[in-house]
């Protein structure tokens, strides 16, 4: 979109058209707007911590539209206060579904309800999916869903 490179790290390498970076770290060196968009789960908890922050720099924005698990929440804060990073995007955070006053009390920071699986798309597909399971589970078959 509106001509910008794409740049991705995933534990799996895809045949994507996008520029694949080795490490979290890289892609945090590399970009200028950090989008993330992981599972919740252990290994994923403060992923986003005050190394990765400092290594987006002082023109780099997060985005968040996981969980709140994965941003280490009081290093974001410091960084949007410090200037260690120019802003965030946040539709998650740690306690949901409560923003913390100090992430609301910040000029840097757009806050929005987490509403992306809200849509009549979105609640259709997620029942296909449940409908493909089941009919798989008993024919016996493997499921097409995990």
Same mark, same amino acid.
């Given at each position: 979109?509106?001509?910008?490179?794409?740049?991705?790290?995933?534990?799996?390498?895809?045949?994507?058209?996008?520029?694949?970076?080795?490490?979290?770290?890289?892609?945090?060196?590399?970009?200028?707007?950090?989008?993330?968009?992981?599972?919740?789960?252990?290994?994923?908890?403060?992923?986003?911590?005050?190394?990765?922050?400092?290594?987006?720099?002082?023109?780099?924005?997060?985005?968040?539209?996981?969980?709140? *698990?994965?941003?280490?929440?009081?290093?974001? =804060?410091? !960084?949007?206060? $410090?200037?260690?990073? +120019? %802003?965030?995007? #946040?539709?998650?955070?740690?306690?949901?579904?409560?923003?913390?006053?100090?992430?609301?009390?910040?000029?840097?920071?757009?806050?929005?309800?987490?509403?992306?699986?809200?849509?009549?798309? *979105?609640?259709?597909?997620?029942?296909?999916? =449940?409908? !493909?399971?089941? $009919?798989?589970?008993? +024919? %016996?078959?493997? #499921?097409?869903?995990?």
């Amino acid at each position: 979109a509106f001509e910008t490179e794409v740049g991705y790290f995933s534990r799996t390498k895809y045949d994507l058209p996008y520029q694949y970076l080795p490490s979290l770290e890289a892609l945090a060196d590399w970009c200028s707007v950090l989008v993330i968009a992981v599972r919740a789960g252990a290994d994923n908890v403060n992923v986003i911590d005050a190394d990765i922050l400092r290594r987006l720099g002082g023109d780099g924005h997060v985005v968040n539209i996981s969980r709140g *698990s994965v941003i280490d929440e009081k290093a974001l =804060v410091a !960084a949007l206060t $410090d200037g260690t990073i +120019a %802003g965030a995007g #946040l539709d998650v955070f740690a306690q949901e579904p409560h923003a913390p006053d100090a992430l609301t009390a910040l000029p840097n920071v757009v806050l929005s309800p987490h509403l992306g699986g809200h849509t009549l798309e *979105s609640h259709v597909a997620m029942q296909d999916c =449940v409908l !493909a399971n089941l $009919d798989a589970f008993f +024919a %016996g078959t493997p #499921l097409p869903y995990k």
